[in-house]
């Protein structure tokens, strides 16, 4: 994979797949992006994420439901159509198979762990509001030069080694400065998706949608305009997991706002090379509706 134009070719492919994994892509489809026949398509992404074109997109449909199951109160027919299931036993079936309980199973589960989170927050914040403080925010479209991490987001220390790599690469190409936003970018659930394929972009924001030519497993894309809810997170990245854990326990209950099919966006407002850890700050966009 180091010949660029191979390169440019796997990155359109994975632009594809990730951005109409609900649609119906094609071989066709496929053999347009990369000009390889389907096989040699298909053995190239086996060689790099140890699973098949079919089966990633088969399991990103299965962990949106998932998503939806645990974070709406969408019907569960109307979640199978949304993912591209004409039935709702197919897609019973297949979501048992890959999550090994039935998606019934699986929403119910959630909903006592979310009480019960629900539960301990309040027991321990007695004196304190009920549900975490948030405000709607517009963010417009802008465009971000980023690289993707893969594994678990308890991996600080692989996370960092992502961010030293896209730091050094930004000022290769004269892209940062004092003045530049960073941001996470967090494409999965942990509690869904294996923690081995779990997606993380690093990114900064370029200045003006500057034009940028990238290289290697660099990328660059535009965010589009969204709302969000907006929360603050205060202390270390460590233990960002804490404040999630409070959101989502009051979302369907206190929150009730409807998920967007976006990712959610970390606005980093410190520089934590000379900030202590318990005093960074950690704006979380979750996107809504």
């Known amino acids: ?151 678990n987001y308890d991996n600080i220390k692989a996370i960092k080694e992502t961010w030293e790599q896209l730091t050094m690469y930004a000022i290769k190409k004269n892209v940062l400065n004092e003045k530049t936003t960073v941001l996470g970018e967090i494409l999965d659930d942990e509690e869904i998706t294996d923690s081995l394929r779990c997606r993380y972009n690093a990114a900064i924001i370029l200045e003006d949608n500057k034009e940028i030519k990238t290289e290697g497993l660099f990328n660059s894309k535009i965010i589009e305009q969204g709302k969000y809810a907006k929360f603050i997170h205060k202390g270390s990245h460590e233990s960002s997991e804490d404040t999630y854990h409070k959101i989502y326990a009051y979302w369907l209950t206190d929150i009730q706002l409807e998920l967007a099919d976006k990712p959610t966006l970390e606005f980093y407002l410190n520089d934590e090379t000379n900030t202590p850890p318990d005093e960074l700050i950690t704006e979380i966009y979750i996107p809504i509706l």
């Open 1 to 151: 994979m180091e010949n660029q134009t191979h390169l440019n070719r796997y990155k359109k492919l994975l632009r594809l797949l990730d951005d109409k994994f609900k649609e119906e892509i094609t071989v066709k489809d496929i053999e347009n992006t990369v000009f390889y026949s389907y096989r040699n398509s298909n053995r190239i992404f086996l060689a790099l994420h140890q699973e098949t074109i079919g089966y990633y997109q088969k399991r990103l449909r299965l962990e949106k439901a998932a998503e939806y199951l645990k974070f709406s109160n969408y019907s569960i027919a109307d979640i199978a159509y949304d993912i591209g299931y004409r039935e709702v036993s197919s897609f019973s079936k297949a979501f048992k198979k890959h999550f090994k309980c039935s998606p019934s199973v699986f929403r119910n589960s959630h909903e006592f762990k979310q009480n019960s989170i629900k539960k301990i927050t309040k027991d321990f914040n007695r004196n304190k509001s009920k549900k975490p403080d948030f405000t709607i925010e517009e963010l417009p479209s802008f465009k971000v030069l980023y690289l993707t991490y893969y594994g």
